[in-house]
C-alpha cells in the first residue's frame, strides 16, 4: 500500500510540474486520499477480541469468528516478501503472521501482526493456552507452505502469476480497443 501512495506522489508531482492538464493532478490527488483513508481505517479499525467461547478478528470489511475451543495451535512466522532476481534485493515489507490451527493442522485465523504490538500477540498467545512456535523466519511464501502446507493462498505462493495476469490485462484492454478502432475505421 506505500508504494502505490509512493506511485500515485510520485505521478501527482509529475502532473504539477510538466504541462498536462490540472484534472490528472485532480485525479491522482483523490485516488492518494482514497488510499490515505482506507490505510487508515484500515488501521483504526484492526481489532482481535478473545472471549471465553471464541477467537474474533475484526477488519474494516471483515469479520472472522472462530471458536475458541477449536484453537490447538499457534504459528508464528515472518514471511519474507518476494526478492527481484534483477536487483537482488527485497521488494517490499516482510509479513508478520500468527495462524491458529485446529487439531487437523488447518488454518482457522490469520492475524497479520502488523497492526498490533508484539506484546498484545504475546498476551493473546499465552491467554489462548496452545502451543506456540517460535518466530521463523522464512524466505518466501513457498518456502513457509514446504513446512506449513495449505495456510498461505494461491495468491502468495505465486505473486509472479499475478503481476503478469494485471500488467497483461492492462495492455490487453487498450490495445483491443485499439484494434477494433483500427478494424473498423476501414
Given at each position: 500500500m506505500a508504494t502505490v501512495v509512493g506511485l500515485v506522489g510520485v505521478v501527482e508531482i509529475v502532473v504539477l510540474i510538466s504541462d498536462v492538464p490540472t484534472v490528472f493532478a485532480l485525479i491522482a490527488g483523490a485516488i492518494m486520499a482514497v488510499l490515505i483513508i482506507l490505510g487508515a481505517w484500515t488501521f483504526l479499525t484492526a481489532r482481535i477480541i478473545l472471549t471465553s467461547d471464541e477467537v474474533v478478528v475484526r477488519g474494516p470489511f471483515i469479520r472472522r469468528r472462530q471458536p475458541r475451543s477449536h484453537v490447538t495451535k499457534a504459528v508464528r512466522a515472518t514471511i519474507d516478501p518476494m526478492k527481484d532476481p534483477?536487483?537482488?534485493?527485497?521488494?517490499?515489507?516482510?509479513?508478520?503472521?500468527?495462524?491458529?490451527?485446529?487439531?487437523h493442522d488447518t488454518l482457522l485465523i490469520r492475524v497479520r501482526v502488523a497492526y498490533y504490538k508484539r506484546q498484545d500477540v504475546d498476551r493473546l498467545v499465552k491467554m489462548l493456552g496452545v502451543p506456540c512456535s517460535d518466530p521463523h523466519r522464512f524466505r518466501s511464501a513457498k518456502e513457509f507452505d514446504q513446512t506449513y502446507p495449505g495456510l498461505v493462498s494461491w495468491a502468495e505462493l505465486h505473486p509472479y502469476r499475478i503481476a503478469f495476469a494485471v500488467v497483461g490485462a492492462m495492455f490487453a484492454v487498450p490495445l483491443a480497443v485499439a484494434l477494433v478502432l483500427l478494424t473498423t475505421a476501414s
Amino acid at each position: 500500500m506505500a508504494t502505490v501512495v509512493g506511485l500515485v506522489g510520485v505521478v501527482e508531482i509529475v502532473v504539477l510540474i510538466s504541462d498536462v492538464p490540472t484534472v490528472f493532478a485532480l485525479i491522482a490527488g483523490a485516488i492518494m486520499a482514497v488510499l490515505i483513508i482506507l490505510g487508515a481505517w484500515t488501521f483504526l479499525t484492526a481489532r482481535i477480541i478473545l472471549t471465553s467461547d471464541e477467537v474474533v478478528v475484526r477488519g474494516p470489511f471483515i469479520r472472522r469468528r472462530q471458536p475458541r475451543s477449536h484453537v490447538t495451535k499457534a504459528v508464528r512466522a515472518t514471511i519474507d516478501p518476494m526478492k527481484d532476481p534483477l536487483l537482488d534485493q527485497q521488494r517490499g515489507v516482510a509479513d508478520k503472521s500468527l495462524f491458529l490451527l485446529d487439531a487437523h493442522d488447518t488454518l482457522l485465523i490469520r492475524v497479520r501482526v502488523a497492526y498490533y504490538k508484539r506484546q498484545d500477540v504475546d498476551r493473546l498467545v499465552k491467554m489462548l493456552g496452545v502451543p506456540c512456535s517460535d518466530p521463523h523466519r522464512f524466505r518466501s511464501a513457498k518456502e513457509f507452505d514446504q513446512t506449513y502446507p495449505g495456510l498461505v493462498s494461491w495468491a502468495e505462493l505465486h505473486p509472479y502469476r499475478i503481476a503478469f495476469a494485471v500488467v497483461g490485462a492492462m495492455f490487453a484492454v487498450p490495445l483491443a480497443v485499439a484494434l477494433v478502432l483500427l478494424t473498423t475505421a476501414s
